[in-house]
T-cell receptor, first 112, second 114 residues
């Protein structure tokens, strides 16, 4: 079983739609959680951190459910520029350092 | 600030050849990482470093070596390239004081081994 699992998609939605992605993780001791965005043939970039209380950044809302070990990302009013792959990322402490575990990503296509 | 830079951007090798990928960061970060990204696999950690002069193995270290002689540089070496090492390689760095939370990635190196 992968440590971080995501639906690969693609999610194909019209502009203005609301779309949600989920991600599950296997390590109950995971310390912190993130969504990264990766454009085609580019490097991953941090989109937002995910806090236990939930957090919102403009059209993006992230939620964490520790009991069920899943993370979600909601995108409202989708734009063409939101088309990308969204990576769910978990930070696990290992000895005195930290390691990010990346999901394989969910691809989003926003059509006109 | 340039952030994280990687050289080269592209490379084609023949099986058995060797090469070194260079990563440099100008953010004074303690932690540095090398990942590979393959279709459907997500990013997988090859080696990482928690400070100058230190290195450690990640999830898929076999066939690779690394060195961190200077804080700002992290080198990834392939001693004898194999077709299975065809991949996109990303270097990243992060701030120790934030627990390594946010990683900043370089633009990647696309390597093909024939």
């Amino acid at each position: 079983r992968k440590e971080v699992e995501q639906d690969p998609g693609p999610f194909n939605v019209p502009e203005g739609a609301t779309v949600a992605f989920n991600c599950t993780y296997s390590n109950s001791a995971s310390q912190s959680f993130f969504w990264y965005r990766q454009d085609c043939r580019k490097e991953p970039k941090l989109l937002m951190s995910v806090y236990s209380s939930g957090n919102e950044d403009g059209r993006f809302t992230a939620q964490l459910n520790r009991a069920s070990q899943y993370i979600s990302l909601l995108i409202r009013d989708s734009k063409l520029s939101d088309s990308a792959t969204y990576l769910c990322v978990v930070n696990n402490r290992v000895d005195s350092s930290y390691k990010l575990i990346f999901g394989s990503g969910t691809r989003l296509l926003v059509r006109p | 600030n340039a952030g994280v830079t990687q050289t080269p951007k592209f490379r084609v090798l023949k099986t058995g050849q060797s090469m070194t990928l260079l990563c440099a960061q100008d953010m004074n970060h303690e932690y540095m990482y090398w990942y590979r990204q393959d279709p459907g696999m997500g990013l997988r950690l090859i080696h990482y470093s928690v400070g100058e002069g230190t290195t450690a193995k990640g999830e898929v270290p076999d066939g690779y070596n690394v060195s961190r002689l200077k804080k700002q540089n992290f080198l990834l070496g392939l001693e004898s390239a194999a077709p299975s090492q065809t991949s996109v390689y990303f270097c990243a760095s992060s701030d120790r004081d934030r627990g390594g939370d946010t990683q900043y990635f370089g633009p990647g190196t696309r390597l093909t081994v024939l």
